[in-house]
Structures are given as C-alpha cells and as structure tokens.
C-alpha cells in the first residue's frame, strides 16, 4: 500500500491508510493510547488500541503505521487514525530522556540558543524552527523567479579568490596548493564582468567575512543575494528594480507560507514605495528630532538605525528606509561618486526594522576613472589587473547590490539572534564549527 | 525614448528606435559602414551615412544607437538599422588590437584554451562561450524545478567545515580564527541531517577538492547539484527520480536552449528509461567484449567508462548507463551495504557519454550499524559526533545523490575541457586564481 501524506488525510475519512513518520508525541489519556505522528506535512494524531502496543515506543522512532482514517472532532484537526499495525522503521539511541523537547512549544520556547545549536539535528525538527527555513528557502526562491523574469541570468563565481573586493581585511585564509588564498567576501568582481556578458546578473550565494564581531547580526559565512544590472542611468534603476523585487519575494511568501508566518506572528511588509533619505540628512534628524550626535558622520551605528527606522514607520508607516548617498571616503572603490558632490557617492543602505539588509550602489564603469580611484585609495591596480581587464572592454553604465538572506529572515520574524536563521550557523564561537 | 532588445526590433520596423549594446564588429563594404552592434539578447546591423562618423569606433566600445529599423533581406535577420545618432556609453581601453576575436567565431574556435581563459571577461562575451553558460544555468533551473514540484525543499549548507565527508583526504584548509578548518568535500553530513526535518531536500552549491589532478574532467571547486530523500525502500527509488529529473532537465534546457544548443550541435539525450550494470558484471563485460582486463575490481578507470558507454549506446541507443553494487570498501562509511551480499553497497555512478556525472546510494540509517561501520573502517566515531547525533533521534530509511553541473554541461555539449564549463574555473594550474 502507498504511503499517504499527513496533510492529505482529510480525503482519506472511512480508509484503510499507511502513514509514515516520526513520533511526535506520546500521551495516554484516559485510558486511551494516543500517538501524535509527524511527517514532512504535519502531525496526526493515532490511536492504538491496547497500552501494550506503546510499550518501546519512544519519541523520535521513526515508524509506518496502518489503520483507519476516522473523522473525530475532538482530535486535533478533526481527524485520527485507528491503528492496526506498527512498525519501526528507524530506531533512536538517546539516553533516558530527550535532550529538547522539540514537541513542546512552551518548553523549546525557553530554551537557550546554546543548547540549541549543540542539538542542531534535533532542533531543526522543532516546527516553528523549520518555518524559519521554509520561509527562508521561499524567499530566495522568489528573488531567483523576479529577476528571472526581468530577463537577468543566473551565475556561479567562485568562493576561492586571490584578494578581497573591499581591501583585503576580514579575510578567510585558504591553503590552495602552493600558494594562499582567500575566501570571497561578494562576488563583486565577478559579477560586475558578467555584466559584461549578459547585461543583468543575479547570484545566490555564500559569501564569508572573517569578522571578530560576535553579535547577535553577525555572521562569518551568510547567504548574499547579489544582483547587477547594466545599462543603468544612475543609482535609482537598482533601488527601482529593489523595491518591486522585494514586494515580489513578500508577497509570493505571504501566499506559500502563511501558516509558518503565523508560527512567528510575522506579517510581511506591504508597501508602494520605500522612502529615501541622504545620509547626512539622516544624521540631521537624529540630532534634531532625539537630540542624538552622531560619533562620525560616515555611518549610522545600531542606536542610529533603529531610531530612523522608528521615525519613518511613524511618518509613513513602512518599516524600510534607504540611506543614501554614503561618502566616498567610507564605500568601496568601485562605487561611483555623485556628479554633483564628489565627496559622497551614488551608493545606498536599506534599513528594515532598525537593520541594514542591503547594500549597493551605481559603480565606477570607465577604465581610467577607476583606476585613478584605486590609486587614491592607496591600492595598487596591478594587484586588480584580472578586475580591471573588464573595463578595458568596454563596459555600460551598471549597478547591483546584495541582501543579507539571513538578515532579511530575521528581520522578517524578528528573531532576536541571526543564528537562528542559519541551519548551521559559522561564528566565531565554539560551538559554531561541526 | 525607451531602449529597445535587440531581439525585439523585427516588431519596430518602420519606426525610430534606441538600442544600446557593444560595437561587435565593424565593416566596410562598398563604401557602405556597417556597425554590428550586441546586447544580451542578440546582434543587429546599423548602418552608418558617412565613413567619417565611423572615426573613433572600436570594437567592444558601448554604444546608444538611435535610428530607423528598415526591412532589408541582404542583412542578417532581415533588417537593420538606418544611424541617426550615437553615443558612447563606455570606452574602451586596449591597445592597437583586441587580444581575442570574440566576434569571429572561426578566429575564436582556434584559439587555446590558456588564453581563453586569462582573458576570460573578453572570452566570456564570445556567444558560444555565452550559450555553455546560458544552458548550464537552465539545467540548473530546471533542477530544482523538478525537485520542488516533488515536496523537496531547498537548503544552504555551510562550506566551511570541521571535517572531511569521505575520510579527510584532499581538504583544502582553511585559517578559522583559532582554528582549523576545512571547505567542504560535499553536504553529506548536512543534507543527511536535514531529512531528518523536512524528509526531502536539495542544494546547488560548491564543494570542494584539493585534488592535485590536471586533467579535462576534474575541478577543485565544482558546483554540486545534491538531493537526498527520506522513506525510500532502496536505492532503487533514488535512480527512479534521477530518471525523471534528468529527463525534466534535459527537455526543459531543448525548450528554452534550442539556440544555444544548436551553436554547439548538440542534442539532449532522449530515453525512457536507462539501463543498469553491476560493477561486476561490466567489468566481466569488457574483458569478454573488448578484451580489457581490470587492473582494479573496485572501478571502472575511464577508458573502461568509456567502452561501456559505448557498448550501452550500441545496444540500447542511450548515452546514460548507471553502474551499481561498487564494493563496501570503495565507497564511503555512511554507504549502505547490500543486504544479500554485504561485500558490496547499495550504491551507483551514473555515466554520460563515458564520463560519471552521478554518484549516489542508499545511506545507512541506524546509529549502531554506522558506529560499527565508522570502526570498521578505521575511523573514531568521536570525531563524528556532530553527525551522529542525528541519528539517535530516528532516521528513516533515505539516499541520495550529487551531479556535477559542470560535468554535465560538458558532456551535453562534448566540451573537450571541464574549465569551458566553470565561469572563472578554480584548477592546480596558475592561471586559476584571480
């Protein structure tokens, strides 16, 4: 007999079934014998007639039972199954307890983010844990289906790089062969010549910052959503492509995911436009509207973010904010200076809820002009010659930018820890390696 | 005006239009001055009035056309475009000549793949450089189109690792803060772990192996297209969606690729199912057919891959052939033994026109028969705690596979050399870095 999906049960009243799965829960509850099974769809609940039949059934077996779909309104929703035969299919090996109680919501609620990492194999079988990566897998689905449709192409560039995109600092050491290595920080690079190539790039994928930040909105191995454009009149065409991506991605994820958001009591942002403010504005208003000075006027720090963030969810009532026009002094090299001020760029930040979850900018697309900013900058275009043979070809007007997945998810769910929105989570703490 | 692809223009005959893209080629031909011009979706002919508007104009310049699309049938496609006006949008910056004729296909076809590959953002706009990679990323779509249509859900596993999959050998290490680390060999251990949650995953993502190989079929950071699935009798059912996915992917890439595919000549496979062979019996198979004895009893070295896809293809028409039933001690610990001859595994290699692009088997699923086989094999189940841990918690009988995306593409289109397949290819050789 085929096995039957929890979630398709319901068609299956007055059947004679096979389930298969993991056993939830055990509760024996008047005399009667109840085991909550639990597949990939969801649980159900079994009842078996005879206490006997439960004695070595323990949390976590996996097993494959028969029996007869039975309508039962008392049963969680509205159904269970009269049980007939079990048998184990996967056995367990803990001690005389389970180390989480994954099937208890409350108790796994309490629990601490330290136990629970050490125990990743089991707490990712917790149900509102698995909504974080469903709703993380579903956004990043969407953002590949937008831009596809947008006539981007998908590209793969390497993780093992000579230098850095950003100067070489907080860089992951590899031992290549013969000779050192790094890990990529973003695929910059490689995505600006392959704009080259196919005008309108996108890439999902790891990227590594070997940052000592041991934070709860840090991560040394995160997920980066990249895209970059061609063709481009400034700045505004990536944040234009920004905004109706990130409508696509909430909205396709409201409609697939509307029970794991629930878990989490999450709403997705609905909005017609994002606002904008230039940093130094911003850096104004802080001081203006909640007498806060700013300790340097490159940056907003974490306090900062949080409060523009605020003060536009109470003016317009949208919890994303762009930061603009970042200075020169302080973004990458590649980023275009702005015409009119050469002292700022024609870069950008996007805020949600308090945090940054996208960087970008228009960049620097002539030979010469890139290469006297290298120079400025104190590095040396020798050490780019593999970078700026792009620009010797003849390259459009363009400009990208990148989304924390992570971020993006936590920000989402309010997740008090970015860990949490990480399967395996690389930090620089102990417990982060396995 | 609005910029108008390339590939649209035969809808804009009789009107004025803007087109933007890179001078491909330029032409003088009876005193008439041809501009090839090239966007992401194709290339046109513009014709220019006076030769003297032509000063200045090099190949790869881009460029913003402005003029009048007129039917004319001399010209390629079937219309060109009458100049009105031109703009540079980027400069070019090489010297008297361009180091390789990406617009001359012939040119290009002579060229060695060393300099291919060091002027790789120039080879990289050569369309049928273009059209290797096109198809790679619509394999790779249709991939986890497939599998998500199947309740697979998608998962991003971390690459940096405290431990090799296979035994530790050909790690590449990596400095980890205080530690040492390692890039991962594969997601075995992660995608084992998240059947235990979501019972069928998949992941696209690179693995590494620091391989000292140079060959025409080895990479040492490839992308690794993995599923892996919960509930399955045997490995059987493994192949079963293999079969379906490859067919999915292969007709899915003829639908959306028939241009591309046809630069290369190349058709996709066409089968209903595909043949199978034990180890045993092809390596019995080519010392009677061929005359070719085994130096080893535990593989097929790749003249023999060859000769049985030659032998399959002769008999059955396909070009796919899996190899099953290697020997327990060939294939790593986790790899289920057969339960009739426990010298050999449930395992399989799929090859593709003599080359393997599959490995997969059914894993072994109970804790106290992977802690023996880990002894068995020499290896301290201590080291392996992390991954273990899963299976105290109930594992259902699961197995899954990895293709090699590169592999794939190569043997689709009978590329000489997997570097054509990888965007910036990462190999022992110098010229692999940047």
């Known amino acids: 007999m085929e096995r039957i999906l929890i979630a398709l049960l319901p068609d299956f009243v007055g059947k004679e079934v096979i389930v298969k799965g993991w056993v939830h829960r055990i509760r024996q509850l008047g005399g009667i014998n109840f085991v909550i099974l639990r597949d990939r769809t969801g649980t159900v609940q079994t009842v078996f007639q005879k206490s006997e039949e439960l004695s070595g059934i323990r949390n976590e077996m996996v097993v494959e039972v028969g029996g007869k779909v039975v309508s039962e309104p008392r049963a969680p929703g509205g159904i269970e199954i009269h049980v007939n035969s079990c048998r184990l299919l996967g056995d367990v090996y803990y001690g005389t307890s389970i180390p989480l109680e994954i099937s208890n919501q409350r108790a796994f609620d309490r629990a601490e983010l330290g136990p629970v990492l050490e125990h990743r194999p089991l707490s990712l079988r917790n149900s509102k844990v698995q909504a974080i990566f469903k709703i993380e897998s579903e956004l990043i689905w969407a953002f590949r289906q937008f831009l596809k449709q947008r006539g981007f192409t998908e590209i793969f560039t390497p993780k093992i790089v000579a230098s850095g995109t950003e100067g070489g600092a907080e860089l992951f050491k590899v031992e290549y062969f013969e000779k050192t290595a790094y890990l990529a920080q973003s695929p910059q690079f490689y995505k600006q010549i392959m704009v080259g190539v196919f005008e309108r790039v996108f890439e999902v994928g790891h990227v590594y910052r070997a940052e000592k930040h041991d934070t709860s909105r840090h991560l040394n191995e995160y997920l980066s959503l990249d895209y970059e454009m061609g063709f481009i009149d400034d700045e505004q065409d990536v944040i234009a492509v920004e905004i109706e991506l990130l409508k696509y991605m909430f909205s396709h994820t409201k409609k697939v995911c509307g029970a794991e958001l629930e878990l989490w009591g999450a709403e997705v942002p609905e909005f017609d436009t994002i606002p904008q403010i230039t940093l130094k504005n911003a850096l104004q208003l802080l001081e203006e509207k909640y007498g806060k000075r700013a300790k340097s006027k490159a940056d907003l720090d974490p306090e900062g973010e949080m409060l523009i963030c605020k003060y536009f969810k109470e003016e317009t009532g949208t919890e994303l ?67 700026l043979q792009v620009f010797k070809y003849g390259m459009p007007p363009h400009g990208g930018l990148a989304i924390g997945a992570e971020r993006l998810t936590k920000q989402l769910l309010d997740l008090p820890n970015i860990r949490m929105a990480a399967l395996f989570p690389r930090d620089i703490a102990s417990h982060s390696l396995p």
């Open 321 to 387: 904010v762009y930061i603009t026009h970042y200075p020169t002094s302080k973004r990458p090299v590649y980023t275009m200076p702005d015409d009119k001020n050469p002292e700022v760029t024609r870069s950008f930040d996007l805020l949600f809820k308090g945090l940054e979850v996208t960087t970008g900018s228009q960049r620097i697309h002539d030979y010469a002009m890139l290469v006297k900013n290298m120079e400025k900058f104190g590095l040396k275009p020798e050490d780019f010659d593999f970078y």
